[in-house]
């Protein structure tokens, strides 16, 4: 222990300069056969040197500069270079990580045994620093408690008052726009549990989306909860600056860069859980827009039923994904679940003897056993790149993230025809105009009944909270408008609002869909350029549910309320609710 901290030469020396008088070298050698602390813990235990003292002494002698790791925030990565055992055997820990050079703080930089295994063990050129024992101790504990981005969550009492009230008696309250000022109050303790509060506060909501919005006199920050926004409490608009920094720094992203947009990831460990957040920065006119798009994969099912499709629906998917090749198509707006959906086919679908692999913009869930590619347009790896390249490659099932032109289309069918399963989105309404999107592209019908072999439509709707929901039976009239059986009990629900769904009345997302099967008389319709209606009236006479029709059974089995499937299917049918 001696030699990994503060060996008798250290000692001697400090005693000959002065530092230490010879009765507190008696106490410090005596003492320390019967602690188990460390020299620098008893010196400053005794107070015989102060911390800027002793961490002087320290830097001048090993000749390497000085550090103090809650000064920074080391990344997921840089953490993950040094196995937890061998940092707590050591009292190492991984700061920062520039090119192939990693900056350690240690001890005894004088080890040079111990900066060649560090070496061996990263194989990285070593940067040692030196600190304190308690502080590299107390870093370790944070750091290596949970991998991945710390994520320290603020005591009941601290709020973002409260932390802004301590910045501000610092008085850092005004902001400077210069590039070094940003770097260091995204590295303050302060500005960093702001940003984690607010994280947390957004994960604890199960939000899918944090937003960070800039105006002239004030910040706004909402969150996405259940598909439809929430204010939350936001901190001065001094604060914009220092928090998009933060999030620049924890997603490696430049932070001097203010003028263009830019896009990044991390990841964070909550109540250890991993939380993946994807990270879109866009200039506006009042400063820098934050939008964090949270992936919790507790939250996360890739379980079709789990989703919210009904048995029928889910098995009519997976008949399909098990074909040995063509083409399925999922469609809806943005938000609507259409990548967790073919997600979902992928997890039915994986293993040892298929080639699966990805290509999106950007990768939204890493899931290992998957080959996924991340589409980086700026250098040239676009979808179609992409697409080319994964062809040589001999995949089974390949994921196109979105087909967005004629290009990807066009490489997307070969592929559904030359023996390739393709699984892909479109932005569309509904299944028949993902046919009419494709016929307006330029491909020929042909092409599309030889290789599309399902289209899913799909939404998402709030679930009533099964505490306090409320159920009514439906009236005459409404059994009439809404097509049903009289016989039927016909009951639905209404939402009321209590504590466990913050008293909304709503708790979670499920998923409705329509999906439209290629049969011989839909793929006749297609051959002769039939309007989207027309086919989708012959598509419900085969036996499709459209979305309200899939919303509506959904409605009456309890899972929502016929207000929210109004809401989300306005646009499928004429039907209101008084």
Request: charged fraction near 25%.
């Amino acid at each position: 222990m001696v030699s990994e901290v503060l060996n008798q030469r250290l000692l001697n020396k400090m005693t000959k300069q002065g530092l230490l008088k010879e009765a507190d070298y008696e106490t410090l050698v005596s003492e320390k056969d019967k602690s188990e602390e460390s020299f620098q813990e008893l010196i400053l235990k005794h107070r015989f040197l102060s911390e800027t003292q002793l961490i002087s002494f320290l830097s001048n002698e090993f000749k390497c500069p000085s550090i103090n790791p809650n000064d920074f925030t080391p990344d997921e990565e840089v953490i993950q270079l040094i196995p937890a055992v061998f940092a707590y055997k050591h009292h190492v820990l991984p700061i920062a990580r520039s090119n192939n050079t990693l900056t350690v703080a240690m001890e005894n930089p004088g080890n040079l045994v111990l900066v060649d295994d560090i070496k061996a063990i990263t194989n990285l050129k070593i940067q040692p620093t030196v600190a304190l024992s308690k502080v590299i101790t107390k870093a370790l504990e944070r750091y290596y408690s949970k991998s991945g981005v710390p994520m320290e969550e603020p005591t009941s009492e601290e709020s973002i008052q409260e932390l802004v009230r301590i910045v501000q008696e610092k008085k850092e309250q005004d902001v400077e726009n210069d590039t070094m000022s940003l770097l260091k109050q995204a590295q303050e303790t302060p500005v960093i549990k702001i940003a984690n509060l607010l994280l947390l506060d957004a994960i604890k909501r199960k939000s899918s989306d944090l937003f960070i919005e800039p105006w002239e006199t004030n910040i706004r920050v909402r969150c996405r909860v259940d598909g439809l926004l929430e204010e939350i409490p936001a901190p001065p608009k001094t604060f914009g600056s220092a928090l998009v920094s933060r999030f620049k720094v924890m997603s490696q992203l430049d932070i001097a860069e203010r003028r263009i947009p830019q896009d990044g990831r991390f990841k964070i460990k909550v109540q250890d859980r991993e939380v993946d957040i994807r990270v879109s920065i866009l200039p506006t006119s009042f400063g820098e827009k934050v939008c964090l798009r949270i992936l919790d994969k507790k939250t996360q099912s890739h379980d079709l039923e789990k989703l919210g499709f009904s048995h029928t629906e889910a098995e009519q998917i997976k008949m399909y994904s098990t074909k040995p090749h063509g083409m399925i198509l999922v469609t809806g707006p943005t938000g609507s679940g259409k990548t967790t959906t073919l997600y979902s086919v992928l997890a039915y679908l994986d293993g040892p003897d298929k080639n699966i692999t990805t290509v999106e913009d950007p990768v939204e869930y890493e899931v290992n056993g998957i080959n996924q590619v991340n589409v980086r347009e700026p250098i040239g790896l676009t979808f179609p790149a992409a697409l080319r390249s994964i062809l040589r490659q001999d995949p089974d099932i390949i994921l196109i993230g979105e087909i967005r032109d004629l290009t990807t289309m066009d490489i997307a069918i070969k592929a559904a025809l030359t023996g390739h399963l393709v699984l892909s989105t479109l932005h569309t309404n509904d299944t028949t105009g993902s046919i009419t999107r494709m016929l307006n592209m330029g491909i020929e019908p042909f092409l599309i009944t030889s290789s599309v072999l399902m289209i899913s439509a799909q939404r998402l709707v709030r679930k009533l909270c099964p505490n306090c929901k409320t159920g009514f039976k439906a009236d005459q009239e409404l059994i009439a408008r809404l097509n049903l059986d009289p016989k039927k009990p016909n009951t639905f629900y209404r939402p009321a609002g209590c504590s466990k769904c913050r008293s909304t009345g709503y708790k979670g997302r499920s998923v409705i869909s329509e999906i439209l099967a290629m049969s011989p008389e839909i793929k006749s319709l297609v051959m002769k350029r039939t309007s989207g209606e027309v086919i989708k009236q012959a598509a419900r006479r085969n036996g499709m549910n459209t979305l309200r029709e899939s919303g509506i059974e959904k409605a009456l089995a309890g899972d929502t309320s016929l207000d929210e499937i109004f809401r989300v299917t306005a646009g499928d049918q004429e039907l209101e609710v008084e």
